[in-house]
C-alpha cells in the first residue's frame, strides 16, 4: 500500500477501505507518513467527503491509537457529555451534580480551554485547591463513592486525534462533519461511558454556523456511538449570543451555583435541565417526563448543590466559594460596561463576546498561557431586554486595569435597535 494512491484514491471521491485508513493512521503515528502527505489526504476528505463506513473506519482507528478507559464497573450508569463548544458554556459544571445526584456514574475527562474562556477544568482550577489529576484508582474510588470525579483528559486518549488535530488545525482542514465527528467520537469512545450525550452547538459564537450543519454533525456522532454500542443522544441548541450571564472561569462557577440553587437565568437553566433530562432517561431507562421532573426536584431540593459541594471537597477544591458564592465575583478591579445609546438589545454575538472575555485574561490565546481567573464578564442586561443610554449592560472583571480593548469589541458585538427583537429558539432539534 502507498499513502500516495490513496490520496488519489480520496482526491478522486473513491470510499477508502478499513486497511487503507489503519495503514494511514498507523504510519502517521509512527513517522512512516508525513505531514505534508497527511494534510493532503485530510484536504482531499474535506473537499470529497467520507461515507459513514469510512467515518466509522477513521473513529475506530483513531479510538484504537491510545488506551481507552473501562467503565464496565458501574454497568449500565455510566455517563458522559460533550458540547461542541461555545462562550458561557459551564454546562458541564452543571448537569454532572445534578446527573451524579440522581445516580449516574460521572466518570469524566474534560479539557482545558483554548481561545476565549479556559476549558471545564480550568474552570474548576478556579477554585482553590481543586485537583484535577488522580491516580485511576483514586478517580474510580470516587466515582464508586460519589457518584462524580472530573479530571484532566489524559493525552493518552486516542493519540491519533490529536495529532491529527493539531495539524488540521494549521491546514484550514478542521471544516468537515466527518472529520469533527470522527474526532469527537474517538475522544468519546476511548473515555468508556455507556451513555453519551452531546451539545451540538450552532450559531456565532460555534464551528458550525447554521443549524442544519449542527444537525448533520449530530447526526453522523450519534450514528458513530450507536454504531459502537453506546446509547446516544444529540441536542442542538442555540450558540448566536452567549449562554446564560457569565463568562470567565470563576464567574461562570458563580452562575453555575446559581443554577444549582434554583436562581439562574432561565435559558442556560433550561439547557441544563433538558441535557440533565436527556442523560438520566438514557442512563435510569426513564420516559423524559419523569427524568425531567426528577432533574427539577434535585435542584429545587438542594440535592444537586449538595453533590456540587461533596464533589469539589473530594477534589481538594475550597468549597467556602459555594456556600458563600459572592466571593467567585471578587476582583481587584471592575467597571460598569454602559449603554451608549436606547433601545433593545437586538445582538450580542457570542464570538465577540469570548473574543472581550480573553481581552480582560479569562482565556488562553496560547497553549500554557495563564489564565487569570478573576477575569470575566457578568451580564445584568440580555438579548431583548430595553436598555438606556448610560444604563450598565455588564460588568466587566480583571486583575488589570485595563478595559478599553475589552469594551470596543463588546460594542462591536452589541446590536441595540428601535424594535423588540423576536425570541430566540433555544433548542432545535433532539436526536
Ligand atoms: N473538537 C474536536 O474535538 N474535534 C474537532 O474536530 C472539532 C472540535
Not at 466509522?56 to 458522559?80: A, P, R
Not at 420516559?287 to 464533589?311: H, Q
Request: proline fraction near 2%; charged fraction near 25%.
Amino acid at each position: 500500500m502507498r499513502i500516495y494512491d490513496i490520496i488519489t484514491k480520496k482526491k478522486q471521491g473513491i470510499s477508502l477501505s478499513y486497511e487503507e485508513i489503519k495503514f494511514t493512521i498507523d504510519g502517521y503515528m509512527d513517522g512512516r507518513i508525513a505531514d505534508y502527505q497527511m494534510s493532503a489526504l485530510l484536504m482531499a476528505i474535506c473537499l470529497k467527503g467520507m461515507d459513514e463506513s469510512e467515518t466509522n473506519f477513521l473513529t475506530e482507528c483513531m479510538l484504537k491509537s491510545g488506551e481507552t478507559v473501562d467503565l464496565s464497573q458501574f454497568g449500565e450508569l455510566s455517563i458522559d457529555k460533550h458540547s461542541t463548544g461555545g462562550v458561557g458554556d459551564k454546562t458541564t459544571l452543571i448537569v454532572a451534580p445534578i446527573v451524579a445526584a440522581l445516580g449516574c456514574k460521572v466518570a469524566k475527562m474534560s479539557g482545558r480551554g483554548l481561545g476565549f474562556t479556559g476549558g471545564t477544568v480550568d474552570k474548576l482550577e478556579s477554585l482553590t485547591g481543586y485537583i484535577s489529576s488522580q491516580s485511576a484508582d483514586a478517580f474510580f474510588t470516587q466515582v464508586d463513592k460519589i457518584g462524580i470525579s472530573v479530571v484532566g483528559q489524559s493525552g493518552n486518549l486516542a493519540p491519533a486525534d490529536k495529532k491529527l488535530y493539531a495539524l488540521r488545525d494549521v491546514t484550514a482542514t478542521i471544516d468537515s462533519i466527518p472529520l469533527i465527528a470522527s474526532s469527537i467520537m474517538s475522544k468519546k469512545l476511548a473515555s468508556g461511558a455507556h451513555n453519551i450525550v452531546l451539545d451540538v452547538k450552532c450559531g456565532s459564537g460555534a464551528f458550525m454556523k447554521t443549524v442544519d450543519s449542527a444537525r448533520e454533525l449530530a447526526k453522523a456522532m450519534v450514528k458513530i456511538g450507536t454504531g459502537f454500542g453506546k446509547r446516544m443522544r444529540a441536542l442542538v441548541t442555540d450558540m448566536d449570543i452567549p449562554l446564560g450571564v457569565a463568562v470567565g472561569n470563576r464567574t461562570e462557577v458563580w452562575e453555575a451555583v446559581q443554577i444549582l440553587s434554583g436562581k439562574g437565568e432561565q435559558r442556560l437553566t433550561e439547557l441544563c435541565v433538558s441535557l440533565a433530562t436527556e442523560i438520566a432517561s438514557l442512563a435510569l431507562n426513564l420516559d423524559t417526563g419523569s427524568a425531567k421532573a426528577m432533574v427539577k426536584n434535585a435542584i429545587s431540593g438542594g440535592l444537586a448543590l449538595n453533590k456540587m459541594k461533596e464533589w469539589i471537597l473530594a477534589q481538594g477544591g475550597d468549597i467556602s466559594y459555594i456556600s458563600e458564592p459572592s466571593k467567585l465575583l471578587e476582583s481587584p478591579y471592575k467597571k460598569s460596561f454602559v449603554a451608549k445609546s436606547e433601545g433593545y438589545i437586538s445582538g450580542i454575538m457570542a464570538d465577540g463576546v469570548g473574543r472581550a472575555s480573553m481581552l480582560l485574561g479569562a482565556g488562553r490565546a496560547q497553549l500554557g498561557d495563564k489564565i487569570d481567573y478573576t477575569a470575566g464578564i457578568i451580564f445584568k442586561k440580555g438579548y431583548g431586554d430595553y436598555v438606556h443610554s448610560g444604563e450598565e449592560i455588564a460588568t466587566l472583571q480583571s486583575a488589570t486595569n485595563s478595559f478599553d480593548q475589552c469594551e470596543s469589541e463588546l460594542y462591536k458585538a452589541l446590536t441595540v435597535s428601535c424594535e423588540k427583537p423576536r425570541a430566540k429558539k433555544l433548542i432545535f432539534d433532539v436526536i
